[in-house]
């Protein structure tokens, strides 16, 4: 069964930073689009951005553009966001999830593996 643990969340002043992690396992990496989402108490989980694997492809959120980074290392199983410049709307719970085809979408219904989460609060 493929694992996905995030780490890295927590609280952080606006303006400033954090690096969330997503540890793989159990999985053949490199095959799998990997993508970040997000979701804010009573809120639906929402696209972050996604890296779909072979190809490089990247997509991002428009509200997240040029303040978040996503980055991949295959050989390590890992998955990256890079948070600048942060908002308190950008609290929430950070979710780390991978699909099985090499195309990024901006939907959680589609994606099959899901990691728990992790807090990010940013204060203001």
């Known amino acids: 069964q493929v694992q996905l643990v995030e780490s890295g969340g927590g609280l952080v002043q606006a303006g400033g930073s954090l690096k969330l992690s997503c540890a793989a396992s159990?999985?053949?990496?490199?095959?799998?689009?990997m993508t970040w989402f997000r979701q804010a108490p009573g809120k639906e989980r929402e696209f972050v951005a996604g890296?779909?694997?072979?190809?490089?492809?990247?997509d991002y959120a428009d509200s997240m553009k040029g303040r978040f980074t996503i980055a991949r290392d295959d050989a390590k199983m890992m998955f990256y966001l890079q948070m600048n410049s942060l908002k308190p709307e950008d609290t929430a719970v950070y979710y780390c999830?991978?699909?099985?085809?090499?195309?990024?979408?901006?939907?959680?219904?589609?994606?099959?593996?899901w990691g728990q989460g992790t807090q990010v609060t940013v204060s203001s």
């Open positions: 159990r999985l053949t990496f490199s095959t799998y689009t």
């Open positions: 890296h779909s694997g072979i190809g490089g492809s990247t």
């Open positions: 999830a991978a699909r099985h085809q090499i195309e990024v979408k901006t939907a959680a219904r589609e994606y099959r593996y």
